[in-house]
């Protein structure tokens, strides 16, 4: 158990210092601390937003792999690259077998808990939507 939570850990604060470091890169590019308080306000939102956003898709796309919305796009590549290899169309199975074999594949490496990213990502988008409405709050002015 002990072992378990240790590699929890881990993952989030590998998933934690990705974010940051993207947070802190769409910083140095934007030039933080070097504007007003409203801008600095608008560049912590962008920061959080980008890094937030980078992790949720990257959640989305491990999901969609997992399930094996991909399988067909791999077995076109595979047979692409067979085609063009000498000798390479002997090895072809078709889609059917490719498939439960992929799938099987991926039954056998699948484990639960690796939620990291997306609660990382939905923790850092939650962080932008704060300071978005901080700014809105503090600095949008409407005139009319």
């Known amino acids: 158990m002990e072992k378990e939570k240790k590699s929890i850990l881990i993952k989030y604060g590998i998933c934690f210092g990705v974010a940051s470091l993207i947070t802190l890169g769409v910083f140095w590019l934007k ?63 078709i889609y059917k077998e490719y498939r439960e074999r992929k799938l099987a594949e991926m039954q056998a490496k699948r484990t639960s808990g690796n939620h990291c990213v997306l609660v990382v990502g939905l923790v850092f988008l939650i962080i932008s939507i704060i300071f978005t409405v901080i700014w809105y709050t503090n600095f949008y002015n409407i005139t009319g």
Do not use: C
Not at 46 to 53: H, K, L, N, P, R
């Open 31 to 93: 030039g933080f601390f070097t504007d007003s308080i409203g801008v600095n306000i608008q560049i912590l939102s962008d920061g959080f937003f980008v890094s937030g956003i980078l992790l949720l898709m990257y959640a989305g796309m491990m999901f969609i792999s997992s399930e094996g919305a991909l399988i067909g796009i791999s077995f076109v590549l595979r047979n692409v690259v067979l085609s063009l290899i000498p000798m390479g169309r002997t090895k072809q199975e």
